[in-house]
């Protein structure tokens, strides 16, 4: 009776440290308050302001396992020195605070875990549902020659990239902050952060060298001498590029781009291009479907244009010869929207009537199945057909000719359904065969039963004596 007392006495213990301490750990979280702290840190006090205003510090009081990038107020200063002297616009300025929130505890173990190709993190600000795809979330590398740098996933998607400065307070597994030292702007913000000179252009080649797959359009960017023109163009309304993939240039007849001249190239390029700067909602509603391009302003107006429809939801561009769906946005940010297109927008004013398809001999043949066909002289196809080139035995001329039963047509209620290669339905012959062999089993079966009945009263019987 005492072990039990004692095992009871131990278990009602260990029960209640687990749920004192859970007590104790839930407290301590929802006790943290992000404004309280920072305020021993004076060199933090604009960040610290910026998060009471824009209600951040309430949001991050009510979460744990976070990371929280802090920002001195020398940055801050040099961040507000764009908009004389004074945040943007308090919801702009409330995405920005929520993007130096990892909803990720990290301290210089994880951080110095990180690979130059770099982690994605999730931040608060991709909680809000305001950013596309996964440009909410951070990218994180390490290197021990810069050091733990941080910055957005998608190209040319915002300010400069940050480095961890140092660690300003960790609460271990809940809580941790470190200072940067840059401003991070998430992707699609048009937030001049950068104190390095820049004329608004954007380089396109190297944006689309780091998304992969547009190999072949740089390339002949490059060879064309279109690549300032792009930068140059982006000027004023600003341009939309639709870019064709690796494949669709794959795609095409080896001689349908190789015979042209550089300035026809440079053409076919420039028929990729829009003067103007066109988000994917505003060519989801353009008013005008059809479109000049930058080889219009060339070649004469009226020709070299496009016509932008949406057809089953996606904005397809036609060229009266080749039509293409955007498969992709690469980039968008004003001045400068890319878009990827599995087709190479070939101008009808070039090349005819009738887009380059590749050869026959080039398409692979569509395989056909042919099936087998069945003997008409054979009655069952359990039989097999004869073989090749194997001439049957002729029938005796006294023997009187073959008849062959007609093919019984398919029994809608069978389960046959009168598919070539299934058996026929058990003639009555083969029936009465089946039966027979059903009673011979049935009667040995039954010998069998007397017989172990015969062995058990056998063996029983001298005990009930």
């Given amino acids: 009776m005492r072990v039990h007392l004692h095992l009871g006495h131990f278990w009602c213990l260990f029960f209640m440290c687990i749920w004192v301490s859970g007590s104790v750990v839930g407290a301590a979280a929802s006790g ?15 960040f610290n302001n910026l998060l009471t205003a824009t209600n951040v510090a309430k949001q991050i009081n009510n979460r744990t396992s976070l990371t929280i990038l802090v920002l001195s107020n020398s940055v801050m200063v040099n961040f507000m020195a764009g908009y004389g002297g004074n945040p943007p616009k308090s919801d702009e300025i409330q995405y920005v605070l929520q993007y130096h929130v990892l909803l990720e505890y990290l301290d210089w173990y994880r951080f110095r875990r990180m690979t130059r190709g770099g982690t994605l993190v999730t931040t608060l600000y991709q909680t809000t549902g305001m950013a596309p795809r996964n440009f909410g979330s951070v990218n994180i590398t390490y290197d021990k020659n810069v050091g733990v740098r941080i910055r957005t996933p998608a190209p040319y998607g ?34 001049s952060t950068s104190s390095e000179p820049n004329d608004g252009s954007i380089n396109v080649t190297n944006v689309l060298e780091n998304a992969k797959n547009f190999n072949f359009v740089v390339s002949m960017m490059v060879a064309s001498g279109v690549t300032s023109d792009l930068e140059s163009d982006q000027a004023g309304a600003g341009i939309t590029f639709f870019a064709p993939t690796d494949d669709a240039f794959s795609a095409l007849p080896p001689d349908t781009l190789q015979g042209l001249t550089a300035e026809n190239k440079a053409v076919v390029l420039k028929y990729h291009v829009l003067h103007s700067y066109y988000p994917l909602g505003s060519l989801e509603s353009i008013v005008n479907p059809v479109q000049p391009t930058l080889a219009t302003e060339s070649m004469g107006a009226g020709r070299y244009t496009l016509n932008i429809t949406r057809i089953n939801g996606s904005v397809t561009v036609d060229t009266g010869i080749v039509q293409a769906s955007i498969t992709q946005t690469v980039f968008d940010q004003k001045p400068l929207a890319i878009f990827a297109v599995p087709r ?8 005819g009537n009738h887009a380059p398809v590749r050869s026959p001999e080039n398409s692979p043949s569509p395989k056909v199945h042919v099936p ?3 003997p008409e002289s054979s009655p069952s196809l359990a039989i097999p057909p004869t073989p090749p080139n194997v001439v049957p035995n002729p029938p005796s001329s006294n023997a009187p000719p073959a008849v062959v039963p007609p093919l019984a047509s398919p029994n809608p209620n069978s389960s046959y359904g009168g598919v070539i290669g299934e058996p026929n339905p058990i003639s009555p012959s083969s029936g009465q065969k089946t039966s027979g062999t059903t009673l011979t089993s049935l009667a040995a079966g039954h010998i069998i039963l007397a017989s172990q009945c015969i062995c058990l009263i056998y063996i029983v019987y001298p005990f009930l004596h």
């Fill in 158 to 191: 915002g300010g400069l990239s940050a480095t961890v400065v140092s660690l300003v307070k960790e609460f271990p597994y809940t809580i941790s902050i470190f200072s940067i030292d840059n401003i991070l702007i998430p992707y699609g913000f048009d937030l």
């Fill in 32 to 46: 943290f308050n992000i404004t309280k702290f920072l305020s021993g840190y004076p060199e933090f006090e604009t």
């Fill in 344 to 351: 190479v927008l070939l101008p009808r004013e070039m090349f």
């Fill in 372 to 374: 087998s066909p069945v």
